[in-house]
């Protein structure tokens, strides 16, 4: 019942990007048109993997991503940007944290099942830490370019206020997610995690097979 | 000294150039802490606490970090301590825009470092191209959490962000000269740990002895 619940606010909010698309191709305003659909299609993105790679991402994880990107297109769209205080780093610890999260899954399962690749407990929160940094700051330069390149003002012009506090909310967001992390993995065994997300059977889909292949290719740095 | 009868004259060679490096380190420091740069005297005292971290660790000189790193680590340091000089300080032209990049230098020297003890100290182990992904993200995030700590002292202290770190374009540029260091830095990882010979990998401990045990495979 509760996974049921969690499932249907993330197609609210799913409807909801799409509805926001939808009136902006009435109303003619395509400054946020194409950010709207890209965040549409990601949102589609765990449903595409279940089909088609057969892993099943956690329904929390889901609801995170569609409520990320849910408060960044709405946030665009709707000027909440602009019009409330704190929007922008609000996201930027939405999407940090996520980043952080989909960093830990990404790890624990190369751990699995690359031969290659060890990384002992500890190892998985400190790359939490820094992966949900450096995401962070690969946004700023993305954003810095979008403003050189398009003259947009996502940084808000000279001063360095808004880098420094979406950088300080990234790095809150990481360090929240780290230490759940590190927490969580001391109660479920990194093991049974990757279980329930499916990837032992997708390890037999046609997608598994070529990201293995290219995992044994690799030799082993031992003997 | 007991210790140093059954090393190689490689090993001895190694370990004495590591050691020398360390102090150059150390006297690098020890001018920043005199000049009260801050973001210097921390990071500083972040890599030589790396530095000494394995030998405390072991008990063992041996065990310090190769001196082809420390060097890596030492030429920003450098350049950076001779830039405050009086002779060096005066060039300007091109040597102001090394000591510039030095200062990015420094950050993504602190991720390869990061990386290779990781490697070589404890159990993490991974293969070359997962190791250059590591040092690009390490060196990027050892960015933006300088950046945060510096922005939490400056609000500490009651400053102005703006007079500390200037516009947003100089602290952008910053990240987009440690953004292509830290790529350059990750291919430097993957190509010194793929000329090394197996047996100096395995002494320095880039690569264990299989230990397929401590892993549980479903």
Not at chain 1, 103 to 113: Q, R
Not at chain 1, 146 to 169: A, N, V
Request: net charge neutral.
């Amino acid at each position: 019942m509760r996974e049921n619940a969690l499932l249907y606010i993330t197609w609210a909010l799913q409807f909801t990007i799409l509805a926001i698309g939808v009136a902006l191709i009435i109303l003619g305003d395509t400054t946020w048109l194409a950010a709207c659909i890209a965040s549409f299609l990601i949102t589609m993105l765990p449903t595409i993997l279940k089909r088609s790679a057969r892993v099943v991402l956690p329904v929390w994880m889901v609801l995170w991503i569609v409520v990320s990107l849910f408060l960044h297109t709405a946030g665009g769209a709707l000027d909440l940007y602009d019009k409330v205080l704190y929007w922008d780093h609000i996201t930027h610890a939405a999407s940090a944290s996520l980043i952080a999260a989909l960093g830990f899954v990404v790890a624990i399962t190369v751990d699995l099942y690359a031969k290659s690749i060890f990384f002992p407990r500890p190892f998985v929160s400190l790359f939490v830490l820094m992966f949900g940094m450096a995401m962070g700051v690969l946004w700023e330069i993305m954003e810095f370019a979008e403003d050189q390149i398009l003259g947009t003002r996502l940084q808000y012009g000279p001063s360095p206020d808004d880098t420094l506090l979406d950088l300080f909310f990234d790095g809150v967001a990481s360090f929240i997610v780290a230490v759940a992390v590190s927490v969580y993995l001391k109660r479920v065994p990194p093991e049974k995690f990757v279980k329930d997300l499916g990837f032992g059977e997708a390890k037999e889909s046609v997608l598994g097979r070529i990201v293995l292949k290219r995992f044994e290719k690799i030799p082993r740095a031992r003997q | 000294m007991l210790m140093f009868e059954n090393k190689t004259r490689r090993e001895m060679l190694d370990a004495s150039l590591s050691w020398g490096l360390g102090l150059v380190l150390l006297l690098c420091g020890y001018v920043v802490l005199v000049e009260w740069q801050a973001v210097w005297v921390i990071l500083g005292f972040v890599v030589f606490f790396l530095y000494l971290l394995p030998i405390v660790r072991f008990k063992d000189p041996f065990r310090a970090p190769p001196w082809e790193i420390v060097l890596l680590i030492t030429i920003p340091a450098v350049i950076h301590v001779l830039s405050g000089t009086k002779s060096f300080g005066q060039l300007g032209g091109a040597w102001a825009d090394v000591a510039a990049i030095a200062d990015s230098f420094g950050l993504a020297t602190l991720g390869f470092l990061i990386v290779a003890e990781l490697e070589m100290y404890t159990a993490f182990r991974t293969n070359r191209p997962f190791a250059a992904v590591f040092v690009v993200l390490f060196t990027m995030a050892v960015a933006g959490w300088a950046f945060v700590v510096e922005f939490i002292a400056a609000l500490l202290y009651g400053q102005e962000p703006e007079f500390i770190f200037g516009t947003n374009d100089k602290i952008m540029g910053f990240f987009v000269y440690t953004f292509i260091i830290g790529i350059l830095m990750g291919v430097i990882y993957a190509v010194y740990v793929g000329l090394m010979s197996v047996q100096h990998r395995m002494s320095y401990g880039f690569e264990k002895p299989d230990k397929s045990d401590q892993k549980v495979r479903p």
